[in-house]
Structure formats: structure tokens, C-alpha cells
């Protein structure tokens, strides 16, 4: 089975509207770390936020936000106010506190409309 | 500064020739990944190693090799065996032990084959 799906391969979004990336997980491991990373087009994985399973509160760092659901395993991310430089693509992961691999999901392509 | 160090950013080789990529990190981690990207698809799993003189096969480990000598470093040897090396190369380090602490990539190594 998939430890991480994304099921959204390419999304458009207007610039200055908000946008939501969808991420499920699936670990029956009770501590685990969730993460989402951005790719641009040059290639460099940008990190740019983490939930932690035991956090009571949605993390945030700037305008992205993770919208977690423990009991759905759902690991969104909600960019607000798209910019055009948010046009990449973007990666859920999942690290489990047993063994230390990271999975990834297959990644959606944002692409933010003029 | 502290980070992840990937030479040569651009490789070319010719069939059958064996070529490794460099990858060094100063961030004092314990853990340390290769992984393989091919053009709109997600990050697979090469190699990793949790500790110096210590590594594991991931997904896609026929064709590579790896060594862990040394704490800083990771080289990764894309053998002739390696049917389809042309790919985007990326390396990673992380803390180990813990579900926190994401991974920190280098910037990329895209090797081409002619």
C-alpha cells in the first residue's frame, strides 16, 4: 500500500486565490512527522512546513498552512494569496519515528494563472 | 554555512562507463539518502545510511552503489549495470532517531547518458 497519495497530478489556481493540495498518509506507526516540500522548475527541494502527529494545532509558516486531520490522515497544504513564484512542484512526505526513511508522494504540479 | 554539497551539477557519460556523483554534508547528521527523479515524476529511493560504514538498498538499488566511510559523506557509483541512468540525481541528510527534522537536499546532480 501507498504510505503517501497525492491524488491531484496538475492544479491551476488564480493568482492572489488560495489553493488547497491534497495529501492522505497511511502509517500505523503513532509517531510520525509530515512534510511538505516545494520543487521548482531548477530543481532544488524547498522545505516548507512540518506537523508532527502529536501537535493539537494546524502548523502555518507564512502564507502556507497545513490543514492536518489525524483521524482521516489527511495532511493538506493551503497556499493563500498565490503568487506566480508559487508555480511548482510540490511534494507530501511522511517520516515514521521506527527506521529513518522519508515517503513521498508522487507530487502535484501547481500552476498559478496571471 | 551549513548544508548539502552535490558535485558535478551536470554529468555526461558515455554507455557502459561507471560515474559517481559526490555528495557532502556539514550539518553533522547521521543519516544521509540518494534518491532518483525522472522528468514529472516523484523521488525514489536509492540508498540510505543511518550510520558511517552502514547503508540500505531502498527501491531502486540495482545498478548503484553506495559507501559511507566517512560521516560527512555519501558518494553514490552509477554503474554500467544501471540499464537507464539518465535521471535527476538528489541527496539528502537528515537527523536520525526522531520522526521531527526534515530532510535537507543538495541542489542536484542530472546526469545524462550518451
Known amino acids: 500500500a501507498q504510505k503517501i497519495t497525492q491524488t491531484q497530478p496538475g492544479m491551476f489556481v488564480q493568482e492572489k486565490e488560495a489553493v488547497t493540495l491534497d495529501c492522505t498518509y497511511d502509517?500505523?506507526?503513532?509517531?510520525?512527522?509530515l512534510f511538505w516540500y516545494k520543487q521548482p522548475s531548477s530543481g532544488e527541494m524547498i522545505f516548507l512546513i512540518y506537523?508532527?502527529?502529536?501537535?493539537?494545532q494546524n502548523a502555518t509558516e507564512g502564507r502556507y498552512s497545513l490543514n492536518f486531520q489525524k483521524a482521516r490522515k489527511s495532511a493538506n497544504l493551503v497556499i493563500s494569496a498565490s503568487q506566480l513564484g508559487d508555480s511548482a512542484m510540490y511534494f507530501c512526505?511522511?517520516?515514521?519515528?521506527?527506521?529513518?526513511?522519508?515517503?513521498f508522494g508522487t507530487g502535484t504540479s501547481l500552476t498559478v494563472i496571471p | 554555512d551549513g548544508g548539502i554539497t552535490q558535485s558535478p551539477k551536470y554529468l555526461f557519460r558515455k554507455e557502459g562507463q561507471n560515474v559517481t556523483l559526490s555528495c557532502e554534508q556539514n550539518?553533522?547528521?547521521?543519516?544521509m539518502y540518494w534518491y532518483r527523479q525522472d522528468p514529472g515524476q516523484g523521488l525514489r529511493l536509492i540508498y540510505y545510511?543511518?550510520?558511517?560504514?552502514?547503508?540500505q538498498k531502498g527501491d531502486i538499488a540495482e545498478g548503484y552503489s553506495v559507501s559511507r566511510e566517512k560521516k560527512e559523506s555519501f558518494p553514490l557509483t552509477v554503474t554500467s549495470a544501471q540499464k537507464n541512468p539518465t535521471a535527476f540525481y538528489l541527496c539528502?541528510?537528515?537527523?536520525?532517531?526522531?520522526?521531527?527534522?526534515?530532510?535537507?537536499f543538495g541542489e542536484g546532480s542530472r546526469l545524462t547518458v550518451l
Open positions: 539528502a541528510s537528515s537527523s536520525s532517531g526522531t520522526a521531527t527534522g526534515e530532510l535537507f
Open positions: 502509517t500505523s506507526d503513532p509517531s510520525y512527522g
Open positions: 506537523q508532527g502527529s502529536y501537535d493539537q
Open positions: 512526505a511522511m517520516r515514521e519515528v521506527t527506521g529513518n526513511q522519508f515517503y
Open positions: 550539518l553533522n547528521h547521521d543519516a
Open positions: 545510511s543511518q550510520i558511517v560504514n552502514d547503508f
